[in-house]
């Protein structure tokens, strides 16, 4: 499996983004897809996560109500809408996938089989 994140860039705070992650080499039909990201010399944590089946998600509290997982089935793709952004918001964001993923772990990022390069997102104050 091979995931293809994009979307990143350089944004003022207040502004939006959408970034996407395409997965190749299978089709899922189950375990989830998540967005994690990295800020300078910071761990890496959970942003988003949706179940594959049913597309139940899950959000980390300081992106609630700004953030927006979904998935297109058919195209095997996640996107990930960001409004109001933060300064803090900025950092790599990673994409992953869970093929065999249970509900439990979606906030888990050590459960995850597969992740995608990063993209850079970057919110000026």
């Known amino acids: 499996v091979q995931l293809q994140a994009s979307g990143g860039g350089l944004v003022q705070a207040g502004g939006s983004l959408r970034l996407s992650c395409a997965a190749s080499?299978?089709?899922?039909?189950?375990?989830?897809m998540a967005w994690f990201r990295q800020a300078p010399g910071k761990e890496r944590e959970f942003v988003a996560g949706?179940?594959?089946?049913?597309?139940?998600?899950g959000y980390a509290n300081s992106v609630k109500d700004r953030f927006t997982i979904s998935r297109d089935a058919a195209k095997t793709t996640v996107y990930l809408q960001m409004n109001s952004l933060k300064p803090e918001d900025t950092g790599v964001y990673y994409c992953?996938?869970?093929?065999?993923?249970?509900?439990?772990?979606?906030?888990?990022?050590?459960?995850?089989?597969?992740w995608g390069k990063g993209t850079l997102v970057t919110v000026s104050s």
């Open positions: 949706i179940r594959w089946s049913g597309g139940s998600t």
């Open positions: 992953a996938a869970a093929p065999r993923g249970i509900l439990s772990t979606l906030r888990v990022a050590s459960s995850y089989d597969y």
């Open positions: 080499g299978r089709t899922f039909s189950g375990g989830h």
